[in-house]
């Protein structure tokens, strides 16, 4: 198997390059309307400028917004129906004309999305505990001006249409065999994370990836492997650092992203060569926590029905006999700024082990990593 990866360097909201009705799954983070640290950006456009600088609040942010809107309407055309968008997006609280607002980033988003025909699906809140200095904002301890913190974003999730159709026998087999763990399940699909582990990423550029508002690589591939499957195109409008890619690279997916500064792209290549590392110790952990999972339950003895066809260990349900997690192998650049990677499948045989991992990519179990370096 083999799956290719794409980077262009160009402004989202004309997507040229990408078809329409191409793309199975969009996983982004925007640059956030009324978040000091993107304002050079979004006052690159002369009208949002002078409402900022003449401190009109509520105006800057729909005027930051209807450019944003322009890069959701090409999300909407490159969609296939049945099509997944999932958006991260924070809300902004600010002060303007000595007056303290809350920016509602997330649901101008959602109004425009539905606007647009996008079917909304449970959100996810992604729970960021702060221990800002300025988390107590406001009055401090004295009531009534005293605000509440911010210690959320979210994730929205979008359909294009009704499900997606799976018709041919390959596409039902390469659906069962994208399967994840019914544990996995139980604990990605809450409403609410509270767990983002970060299998840890080289900075490279520190600076760069801190003006970029990266989000933690579990963030990527936990979406991708929710809602995607193997071989699918999962494009990131908003590129930064270039985490959607690399956790495509390693759930097997396709990928396009675009990014509108050219600053990242060392970042980016650098990001390429050690996205075959970064997914090997990310499978390898799946495989270890489901084994813990399944020792533990044994223990208990609790009598596990299913034996997964491909690896021979017990799994929980049927969906989940034909799972099989493909192991990136090589990643090669073919010109610049595309990516070609190899994977190695599995053998189906019910006696096989799981999958070999190479060694160096067994993560110490230390609980909860930092989120970045
Ligand atoms: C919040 S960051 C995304 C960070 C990314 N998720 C990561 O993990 O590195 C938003 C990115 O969108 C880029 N951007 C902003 N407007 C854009 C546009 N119109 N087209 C393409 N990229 C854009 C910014 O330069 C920035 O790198």
Known sequence: ???????????????TDVASQSVHLVVTSPPYPMIEMW???FCQQADTKKALHSQKGIYAFELMHRQLDRVWNELYRVLVP????????????RTIDNEFALYPNHSRILSHMIGLGLTNLPNILWRKQTNAPNKFMGSGMMPPGAYVTLEHEYILIFR????????????KMNRRQSAFFWEERNQWFSD???DLKGTR????DKQLRQRSGAYPYELAYRLISMFSVMGDTVLDPFLGTGTTLFAAVAAGRNSVGYEIDKAFQPLVGQGFGQAIEQGLRRISERFDEHLEFVSDRQTAGKVIKYTNQVYG???????????MIPLPTAVKERTQNQFRVSYTMPEASPTAQPAAVPATSQPKKTGQLPLFD
């Open 39 to 41: 304002d050079a950006l």
């Open 201 to 204: 990423q080289k900075t490279g």
């Open 82 to 93: 049945g099509g997944i968008a999932c958006i991260n997006i924070g809300d902004a609280t």
């Open 313 to 323: 260990f017990p799994v929980i349900t049927r969906q989940e006999i034909e799972l």
């Open 1 to 15: 198997m083999k799956t290719d990866h794409h980077i262009r360097f160009a402004d989202a909201k004309k997507m």
């Open 160 to 171: 294009k249409g009704g499900k997606r159709l799976f018709n041919s026998q390959e596409e």
């Open 192 to 194: 609410v994370w509270m």
